[in-house]
C-alpha cells in the first residue's frame, strides 16, 4: 500500500473535518501532494494540492476558502483540513502523489500522480 487515509467520517453541515494521509514506507517529502475527491458514477476531481516545498497550494473553486491542506515532511504526512462542509463534499476523498515535480510544482491533474491511497469516505448530512 502506498498511501494511506484516515479521518473521514459522517459529519452534519457546517461542520469540520480533518483527513490524514500517511505513506507507510515510503519518503514522499520531494514528491508534491494532492487530494481528490469521487462520487458514484463520476470522474475523480482535484480538490486541492501542495509542493513538496509546502510553499504553493492550489485548490478547487468548490473547495476554496473552506478547505486547507498542508504537509508535515518529517512525518510523512498530509492533511486536508475541511470546514463548513457541505452536502456536495459527499464523496470518497483520495490522496496522491506526484513524483515529477519541481520545488514549487502543482498540479491539478489526477494523470499526474504516480501513487494513491484506496480513499476514505466523507459524508455530510443537511
Known amino acids: 500500500v502506498d498511501l494511506v487515509e484516515s479521518g473521514g467520517g459522517l459529519v452534519q453541515a457546517g461542520g469540520s473535518l480533518r483527513l490524514s494521509c500517511a505513506a507507510p514506507?515510503?519518503?514522499?517529502?520531494?514528491?508534491?501532494r494532492g487530494w481528490f475527491r469521487q462520487t458514484p458514477g463520476k470522474e475523480r476531481d482535484f480538490v486541492a494540492a501542495i509542493s513538496w516545498s509546502g510553499t504553493n497550494t492550489v485548490y478547487a473553486d468548490s473547495v476554496k476558502g473552506r478547505f486547507t491542506i498542508s504537509r508535515d515532511n518529517a512525518q510523512n504526512l498530509v492533511y486536508l483540513q475541511m470546514n463548513r462542509l457541505k452536502p456536495e463534499d459527499t464523496a470518497v476523498y483520495y490522496c496522491?502523489?506526484?513524483?515529477?515535480?519541481?520545488?514549487?510544482?502543482?498540479?491539478?491533474?489526477?494523470?499526474?500522480?504516480?501513487?494513491w491511497g484506496q480513499g476514505t469516505q466523507v459524508t455530510v448530512s443537511s
Open positions: 496522491a502523489a506526484d513524483v515529477d515535480t519541481s520545488f514549487n510544482g502543482v498540479d491539478y491533474r489526477a494523470q499526474s500522480y504516480d501513487y
Open positions: 514506507g515510503r519518503a514522499m517529502d520531494h514528491y508534491a
